[in-house]
């Protein structure tokens, strides 16, 4: 029960520390051009991932198998690893990377129990069988479940209100450049 109780009160305040934490990424960045460069490929490569899964997703309605869910149970999270490291890239800074580590080993682990529960709630002969074929978070490159058929679909990202977090990167990667212009 304890576990269960610090598992949601981890999932409510991770939007928040993720919020603060990228106020503090960019008042500690020191962006060159180079560690900009590679860290918004690495950020995009993020955002492309999040983008492929949030346009299979249909939330607590049926189990996500298709696209990016063939590889990994968890693509929106590890699109949020390579968003984050393409941050960390960016910033050019070992303040940054402390800050990403602490935030992504305190969160993630708990974010992740708790859906894998929550799926085992909603379709537990379903996600038992996807579980044995398709690892947790790192992929694996060779297909690991049956797609369902379900293609990717614009609709669906637009209602899983992914545009939000494509949003928020330009507006963080704008002030990154805009500092980068600013202190050199």
Known sequence: ??????????????????????????????????????GLAV?????????WAAGHLRKEKELAVSGP??????????????????????????????????YFLLFYPAVIQRERARMKELFPEKYEAYGKFVPLFFPRF??????????????RYKKNKEYRGLGAGCVF???MLAKMLLTR
């Open 69 to 102: 869910y063939q590889y990994t149970r968890n693509p929106l999270y590890l699109g949020n690893l390579f968003v984050g490291s393409g941050v960390v890239l960016g910033a050019h800074s070992w303040w940054v990377v402390a800050i990403f580590v602490f």
């Open 43 to 51: 950020c995009l490569m993020g955002i492309a991932l999040r983008t």
């Open 1 to 38: 029960m304890a576990k269960t109780n610090l598992f949601k009160l981890l999932g409510r305040w991770r939007v928040r520390a993720g919020s603060l934490s990228l106020v503090l990424v960019l008042i500690l960045a020191r962006p060159t051009p180079r560690s900009f460069s590679i």
């Open 142 to 155: 060779k297909s690991g479940s049956r797609s369902n058929g379900i293609a990717f679909s614009w609709a």
């Open 173 to 175: 990667w704008a002030i």
